[in-house]
């Protein structure tokens, strides 16, 4: 194929399927100028056209398995999501989220005709309106593209007992047949193209069959002169595939600069109810981009009006990449992030919100998994509850809320299979059922994950500590941190990798300082419940005022959350 020819092929928009290939939990494998694809429809319709090779080894998402949500790959089971083609899962790393960078390369997708059309660089056009017709089987040619072109405009079929159709190009391989419909010259790679056709209207009554096997017999004609026509010339030297690295915003992550990074822009496409007290968001794109896969688990950075930043955990279920979707407790003690949302924030508003990130993730390798909410805390543990159901994998959860009314996303609990709701318990009954709950050790092999107020956490905690359960299967996630902070000390910290030595004033925190002296620390919640600001301490004794680290973890003293905590020593030495 001429250079200048395939340079312009790459931008144009091409045909790689019929609506008609893409059956549900299937997934088509499709070729554009040598380079292979995987075409995939999700159960929300969205069509999806990638890359057909997983990140890990290469191997063929054409044999992926087509979950309807996500695409698992056959040899080692990574996971990817519709619409973004983010990583979710990675079984070799299962307590970790994936990294970011991980994310197939994504082809843009329009469909007319009946026909699946992407192109492999950003096309500065549209593919052509074509109305719903009759679209004729593919057929596969063994020549150049260009002189498969070429002999559809010298030799155009035409409609039975008509004369040949006047044609009329569309760019470089797509044409009008006058009164007949459209064909596409499918470049596949340098000597093999397909042509796809879709007549202008629906073939009559009766006549449906007739019609699909008069352009069947044409264009079989017209491959057998074309493919006699090719055998007297040289094959032309195949494409290659190009396996690029991703876009270099996703290829590794950004510095954070300031305070929180918030790039991207949703829209407030609905605003309900989803309990007493508890608003629900759905906050759709702005725009035609997919938005940022999270893992269950995963919270994003909220700026609300009036200035306001605040974390809020994802309730997406798999597959559920078109919007992100939050609750929010109205608060009595709220510093003004949850009456901001419910006084606010209305339908169709523009928020920003950071990328999702996880300090949460949620295993998928154990043979059990015990999920334990309490009142608003419900919000990370749902969005594990439906990943654990979609995957068949066995969970229990138990939802601790005050009043029946008090239980948030009722239609969401509805459709899991294994749920249970606790209601009215007093402090020392709910002791007494965490310790019921998780007194069961049967099974050792069972993760915990668990996240309400502070007190049922610091119970719980305790509770799991008491029972043996292992620390490291025992997983916590604090939405605040309710204890007192002392801020009145002044102590030195020195910065090893940075070569500094700064003063920590009283009424400034640890992170405050670094970040004045251009020292990058990345933060979430800064009240010491997440653990994102977590920093190692190479020497002196760290005075722990956070939520997050265990007792053992304070006790070892060496890391240190450098948003709320201090020093017990005049002098704190940290990885920074």
Request: a negative charge; proline letters at 8%; one cysteine or more.
């Amino acid at each position: 194929m001429r250079e200048d020819l395939l340079l312009r092929a790459e931008k144009s928009w091409h045909p790689v399927a019929s609506e008609s290939d893409l059956v549900y939990r299937h997934v088509f494998h499709g070729q554009l100028l040598g380079q292979e694809l995987a075409v995939w429809r999700a159960d929300d319709d969205y069509v999806n056209v990638w890359e057909n090779r997983c990140l890990h080894r290469g191997v063929r998402l054409s044999i992926a398995m087509n979950d309807g949500r996500e695409l698992k790959c056959q040899y080692h089971g990574w996971r990817y999501a519709n619409r973004t083609a983010s990583c979710t899962y990675i079984p070799a790393h299962p307590a970790d989220a994936p990294a970011r960078t991980i994310t197939n390369r994504t082809y843009p997708v329009r469909t007319s005709g009946g026909l699946v059309w992407t192109a492999l660089a950003e096309p500065p056009d549209e593919p052509p309106e074509l109305d719903a017709g009759l679209v004729l089987r593919p057929m596969p040619v063994r020549a150049k593209p260009e002189d498969v072109l070429t002999l559809l405009l010298e030799q155009p079929p035409a409609l039975p007992n008509t004369e040949p159709p006047a044609t009329r190009r569309h760019g470089d391989f797509v044409v009008e047949l006058e009164g007949v419909g459209f064909f596409a010259v499918q470049p596949t790679d340098a000597g093999r193209a397909i042509i796809r056709g879709v007549l202008s209207s629906p073939a009559p009554v009766g006549g449906r069959l007739r019609l699909l096997r008069h352009f069947d017999l044409a264009l079989t004609r017209l491959r057998e002169f074309a493919q006699d026509r090719a055998a007297e010339e040289p094959a032309p030297e195949p494409l290659l595939p190009r396996y690029e690295p991703v876009p270099k915003h996703l290829a590794s992550m950004p510095a954070r600069s300031g305070h929180h990074e918030l790039p991207t822009r949703v829209r407030v496409v609905r605003v309900w109810e989803a309990g007493t007290g508890v608003r629900g968001l759905e906050l759709g794109p702005v725009g035609d981009s997919p938005l940022p896969s999270g893992q269950p688990g995963a919270h994003l950075d909220v700026a609300l009006p009036g200035g306001l930043v605040r974390q809020y955990s994802l309730v997406n279920g798999p597959g559920e990449t078109g919007h992100y979707v939050i609750g929010v407790k109205l608060t009595s003690d709220s510093a003004g992030g949850s009456i901001s949302v419910h006084e606010r924030v209305r339908k169709g508003d523009v928020l920003a919100v950071s990328l999702p990130r996880n300090g949460f993730p949620l295993r998928q390798d154990r043979e059990g998994t015990l999920l334990v909410a309490g009142g608003i805390g419900i919000t990370p543990l749902l969005a594990m509850a439906q990943a654990l159901e979609h995957q068949g994998l066995h969970y229990e959860l138990h939802y601790f809320a005050a009043r029946e009314a008090d239980v948030s996303f009722g239609d969401r609990l509805s459709r899991l299979g294994n749920v249970r709701t606790i209601i009215g318990l007093d402090p020392e009954e709910t002791r007494a059922e965490l310790e019921r709950i998780l007194g069961a050790t049967d099974d050792a092999d069972c993760q915990v994950y668990i996240c309400g107020p502070p007190p049922m956490l610091d119970v719980a905690r305790d509770v799991a500590h008491r029972t043996g359960r292992p620390r490291d299967a025992v997983h916590f996630e604090y939405f605040r941190n309710d204890q007192k902070i002392d801020e009145s000390s002044r102590f030195e910290i020195v910065l090893a990798r940075s070569v500094m030595n700064l003063t920590v004033e009283p009424g400034r925190s640890i992170l405050e300082t670094v970040r004045e002296a251009g020292v990058t620390v990345p933060s979430s919640c800064e009240q010491g419940a997440c653990g994102t600001c977590r920093v190692a301490v190479i020497d002196g004794e760290p005075d722990h005022q956070d939520v997050y680290l265990d007792d053992a973890e304070r006790a070892a003293g060496d890391s240190i959350m450098t948003c709320v905590s201090r020093s017990l020593t005049a002098q704190l030495t940290l990885d920074l």
